[in-house]
C-alpha cells in the first residue's frame, strides 16, 4: 500500500503478546501522521498488536481508518478481503454513521462492522475495537477448528460465514435457534454442532426428534410420554421427548409437519417449562434448549395460517440459513474426499482425477449434499484397487453427454460463467458491479492479447478506439475514486 500506512512508530511492530489480537491497520490518505500514531498507540494499549499492511499475513484482521466514509473505504474494504482478510473493520474518526447506504453496502460486501473513533474518548472507543476484535478472534477460531471443520466440511465464504453464525448462536447465547435451508443441506449437523459448542457446564444429551415420523395419534406421547393405562397398548409409563432433554438439547427437525393443535402445545411448554404426561394430572418441570429445523419457509406459513406466529417469534430468536449446494459449488471436491474418506475409513482415500472433479462441480444437486453423498457412494462401490478414482468409475448415468455436432460460438456462456456469476451473487454483488467486473476484465485481456495497442484491441472487442479509451477512463475513475493507499 501507500507510504502512509507506515504507523510512525515502531516500538509498536514489538514481539506479539501471548493472546493478543494482532491487526494491519491500514489508513487511508487524508489523515496526518499524529492521528495516525495516535490511534496506533491507543489500540496497542488496549491489548491490540498492530502492524502495517505489510504484516497482513501474520494478522488476524485488517482495520480500514478513514476520515469518513467514501467510495476509498468501500474499495479498501474488497482489497483486503481480495488479499485474504478473514475480517475487516471499518473505523472513521469522530464523525456519526450519516453515510446511510453506504454504510449498508460496506456491510454487505463483507466488513464485519463499522466503528467510530471518539477522539475525545480515544480510551473507550480503543477498548470497544478491542473488544469487537477478541470476540471475532474466538469465533473464528473455533469455526476454524479441526473439530468443527472436520464436521460441517467447506471453505467457501457463504460456507465460512455460515460456520461462524453457528458457533455465535451456540456460544454466545442460549436462546433457541432455527436452522433454515433446503433438504440435505446438514441442518442436524448444524444442530449438533450447537449442541456440543453449547458451554452449559452440566449439560445433558441431544434429543432428536423428526416430525415428519410423528404419528398424530400418538403426537402427544412422543412429546409428553405417558402413564400406563393412558390409551391402549400404553402398557408401561414412558417419557416423552420433553423430560429425556430436560437439561440438554431438543432438536426438531421439519417443525413446519407439526399440526397446529400440537404447536399450540410446544408453544405453552417453551414459555412455561411445565408439561404432563398424557393421562397424568401431574405436571413436571423441563429445562431444555430449543434447536428447530425446517425447509419450508415459515414466514410464509404464518401467512398462510399453518404455522402460529406466537410460536414462531418464540423458535427464531436467532435464525440460521445454511447454503444449498449449488450456492458453495468450490466446496464439492472437499465434501466429495471427505464422503468417500467417511464410506473407505479402513482404506486409502484414493485421489478423484481431474476430469472426474470436473462433472461433481458441474452436476446439480437437488438433494445437495446428501444426493453428492449418494453418487460418491456409486463412485466407491465401482472404484477398485490403487490409484486415482478415474473416469471410468463414474456411472454411466453420469457422465456427460456429448455433442454431436461442433460447439456453438456461444459455448463461452457456460457453466464457467456461470458459476463466477454464482461466486459474485453469494457475496451480494449488484448486477452493475458484476458487469462491470466482466468488462474491466474483458478489456485487460483484449490489451494483453494485443501487446497494449488499443487499436487492435478495440478491433478485438468490436467497439472503436475512443469508446475503448472512454472505457478505461472511466473504470479507473471507478476503482481509483479517492486514494485508497
Known sequence: MDEHSNLGDAKLRGPRPAGAVCVALHFLSGIDNATRAEVSRDLAAAGVCVGGDGDSRDCFARVVVADSLGDAVLCAVREALGRGASRVMVVTLGRPLDAGRLAWRLLRDGASDIVVWDVEHADMSSAAIAARLCRWQEVDGLANSSDVRGRLVGRSPAWTRVLGELVEAARLADTPVLITGESGTGKELAAGLIHDLDPRPDKRGLVVLDCTTIVPTL????FFGHERGAFTDAVTARDGA?????GGTLFLDELAELPLGLQAELLRVIQEGMYKRVGSGLWRRTRFRLVCATN?????????GRFRHDLYHRIAAWTVRLPSLRDRRDDIPLLA????????????TPQFDPAVLDVLERREYPGNVRELRQLVARIAARHTGPGPITAGDLPADERPQLEAEDPSEDEWRGVDLERSVRRALARNAALHEIGRAAEEIAIRLALEEAGGNLRRASTRLKITDRALQMRRAAARKQNGMGDSG
Do not use: I, N, Q, Y
Request: charged share 45%; net charge negative.
Open 296 to 304: 419450508r419457509d415459515l414466514c410464509e406459513e404464518v401467512e398462510k
Open 242 to 246: 420433553f423430560a429425556e432433554a430436560d
Open 337 to 348: 474426499e471427505h464422503l468417500l474418506r467417511a464410506l473407505r475409513p479402513d482404506l486409502e
Open 219 to 222: 403426537s402427544g406421547s412422543e
